[in-house]
Structure formats: structure tokens, C-alpha cells
T-cell receptor
Framework: NAGVTQTPKFRVLKTGQSMTLLCAQD?????MYWYRQDPGMGLRLIHY???????AKGEVPDGYNVSRLKKQNFLLGLESAAPSQTSVYFC?????????????FGEGSRLTVL | DAKTTQPPSMDCAEGRAANLPCNHS???????VYWYRQIHSQGPQYIIHGLKNNETNEMASLIITEDRKSSTLILPHATLRDTAVYYC?????????????FGAGTRLFVKA
């Protein structure tokens, strides 16, 4: 049981390049989230999904796109990377139902845009 | 989801109890209080949550005031490994509350 897995863990991009971060969870969770964390700051919600085929905007969605084609995967895309998108990106998931509803996080993906 | 206010940093001596406060004066009746912590650069880790009653688990205790406008996370015997950023979050319970918004948290330093 791997939990939440993010790939890649590190990436360096040049301004204007595109890339996709992959989040995979093996817990059959309905909800999935993408956050970014800048140095010394808390986490900010980029986009989230409440089920396969659905996505919604969070606090800071501009410059990012997401897709949830399969329940277990949540992809975060940067179409034209900018230095302001240099950050650590965290994916999280949680289940629905009568339980704690706690978030399970991945280990993070560190992105640098030059 | 209701906003929360936490002190930016706190110190605690190793072996003593760490009491981390959180204000959530605009909390709604159906919103829960959740606590997470983030050690160094790792992904945040769930600690505990509650609605009205005080809660305790193997990691910590959560004390919620009667008017629910504030709460305190208690680490009974803090260790150096408890040095982390602690986030207090309020959101609607599991059947709703799709968004989970994090604030800046409290940076706890446990000193030997």
C-alpha cells in the first residue's frame, strides 16, 4: 500500500516550458487535491476534484490546469511555466463516508522555473 | 470555510506539554476543527479532529471551548521530533467540505 505517490519529485524548467505532475493514490479515495507551498508559507489550494471526471478551482488556480480521467490519478499541468510557479507541490487525497475525512499527503514535488 | 488564527511560533521544553492555541471565532455549527503538522519539508500529517467534545488519541489531545470559538492542541510530553509547523483548520464534516484551506500555522520549536 503506497498511499499517495507524486512524480517527479524534482524538476527544473525554463520559462515557457510545459510539464505535468502526476499524483496517484491506491486508497480508492474520491477526493484529490493539489497544493503549492512557497518558502516559509502555508499550503495554498490550487485545484481539487471530488470524483472521476470532475475538477474545481481552489485559491490560486491561475496558470494551472488539472485532469481526473481515472479515479486514482490527478494530474497538474503547467502550460507555460513562469518563475512565480517555483514552489513545492503537494498532492493529497481523502475518502468520503462516515469517518475522519483526514487528508493523506504525498511527499511533494519540488519545481524550479528559471 | 471559517478562518483560523494561530500564533506564528512557539517554544517548548522537551518533556513538557506543548499547548498550541487556535482561534476560529466565525466557525459554523457544522464545521469541525482539524489539526495537521508538517515536519520539515514533508507532506502534512493528520493529528486529530473534533466537533464539540474534547478528543484524545495516541498523538495528542484537542480541547474545544464550549462556545467553539477557540481550541487548543496539546502534545502531553513534547520531544525534539515534535518540532514542526502545526496547522489548525476548520471545515464542514466529511460529507461536505470539499475544500480544505490551510493557513500559515504555528512553528513549534521543541528545545532540549
Amino acid at each position: 500500500n503506497a498511499g499517495v505517490t507524486q512524480t517527479p519529485k524534482f524538476r527544473v524548467l525554463k520559462t515557457g516550458q510545459s510539464m505535468t505532475l502526476l499524483c496517484a493514490q491506491d486508497m480508492n479515495h474520491e477526493y484529490m487535491y493539489w497544493y503549492r507551498q512557497d518558502p516559509g508559507m502555508g499550503l495554498r489550494l490550487i485545484h481539487y476534484s471530488v470524483g472521476e471526471g470532475t475538477t474545481a478551482k481552489g485559491e490560486v488556480p491561475d496558470g494551472y490546469n488539472v485532469s481526473r480521467l481515472k479515479k486514482q490519478n490527478f494530474l497538474l499541468g503547467l502550460e507555460s511555466a513562469a518563475p512565480s510557479q517555483t514552489s513545492v507541490y503537494f498532492c493529497a487525497s481523502r475518502r468520503t463516508g462516515a469517518d475522519t475525512g483526514e487528508l493523506f499527503f504525498g511527499e511533494g514535488s519540488r519545481l524550479t522555473v528559471l | 470555510d471559517a478562518k483560523t488564527t494561530q500564533p506564528p511560533s512557539m517554544d517548548c521544553a522537551e518533556g513538557r506539554a506543548a499547548n498550541l492555541p487556535c482561534n476560529h471565532s466565525t466557525i459554523s455549527g457544522n464545521e469541525y476543527v482539524y489539526w495537521y503538522r508538517q515536519i520539515h519539508s514533508q507532506g502534512p500529517q493528520y493529528i486529530i479532529h473534533g466537533l464539540k467534545n474534547n478528543e484524545t488519541n495516541e498523538m495528542a489531545s484537542l480541547i474545544i471551548t464550549e462556545d467553539r470559538k477557540s481550541s487548543t492542541l496539546i502534545l502531553p510530553h513534547a520531544t525534539l521530533r515534535d518540532t514542526a509547523v502545526y496547522y489548525c483548520i476548520v471545515r464542514v464534516g466529511n460529507t461536505g467540505g470539499f475544500k480544505t484551506i490551510f493557513g500559515a500555522g504555528t512553528r513549534l520549536f521543541v528545545k532540549a
